[in-house]
């Protein structure tokens, strides 16, 4: 681990303790890994972040959550720190059955369900598919939505612009942060670099989940609901 790595550690680690948030992690049934965030009391709240992102999405807010809740915020699998097989299927209902293991697993059978952008359209398809799991579902700019307007990372993607939300050095992890954010905060530059390292890293694993998966429409799950 390098120092800008370490650096963006202490600062999470920081913002973790803050929001009463512990780092664990547990293997479900078949051997893949979840490393997750949990704190709080209350009742289970399952928190999935979106896609190119990590736990740590929620470690700031959470704070606000904790008093109330215990927050459960995993790394789906295929990002952050949980497993990263190449052989396994990314499809929303597939990371949704595999989020149904982790919390089964952690003992815990209802819950609340909160989900940002991909988190929110697996939030959406898991509980067209395990409805009884489900006490309230939380939905951020949920995905998977094809019936609404095209978005304008949609729009760039099909002028055959590169795709907005993917980065494979410093430069392009700085245009992800412009897209995504109409007020960007101030990032220090070591945080930058670490941040940037790691979806460079993922990079052709994230392109692979992005061609097939991102667009998997949740209309045939929910139109029912």
């Known amino acids: ?3 800008s790595a370490k650096l963006t550690h202490v600062v999470f680690a920081a913002q973790r303790w803050r929001s009463g948030l512990v780092r664990k992690e547990i293997t479900i049934p078949g051997g893949l890994r979840y490393v997750y965030l949990e ?3 209350g009742e289970p709240l399952l928190m999935l972040h979106g896609f190119g992102a990590n736990k740590d999405n929620f470690t700031a807010i959470a704070r606000y959550l904790t008093p109330r809740y215990r927050v459960i915020i995993p790394d789906h699998i295929g990002f952050g720190e949980s497993s990263h097989p190449r052989d396994v299927d990314y499809a929303p209902p597939a990371q949704a059955a595999r989020l149904r ?5 952690l003992g815990i059978a209802r819950f609340h369900l909160a989900g940002h952008s991909m988190g929110g359209q697996i939030s ?3 509980t067209s598919l395990y409805p009884g799991d489900v006490k309230s579902l939380w939905l951020i700019d949920p995905g998977g939505v094809l019936s609404a307007p095209k ?3 949609q729009k760039i993607v099909a002028a ?3 795709n907005p ?4 050095n410093a430069d392009e992890f700085k245009t992800v942060i412009s897209f995504v954010m109409s007020k960007p905060p101030w990032i220090p530059h070591f945080m930058l670099k670490a941040l940037a390292e790691e979806r460079a890293s993922n990079f052709d694993l994230e392109q692979r989940i992005y061609d097939g998966d991102v667009a998997y429409p949740v209309e045939p799950h929910v139109a029912p609901l």
């Not at 293991?101 to 697993?105: D, G, P």
């Open 1 to 3: 681990m390098d120092i």
């Open 39 to 41: 704190g709080g009391k």
């Open 101 to 105: 293991a982790f919390m089964q697993v």
């Open 124 to 126: 959406l398809i898991y």
């Open 151 to 153: 978005s304008e990372r």
């Open 160 to 162: 055959g612009g590169q």
């Open 165 to 168: 939300l993917m980065a494979r």
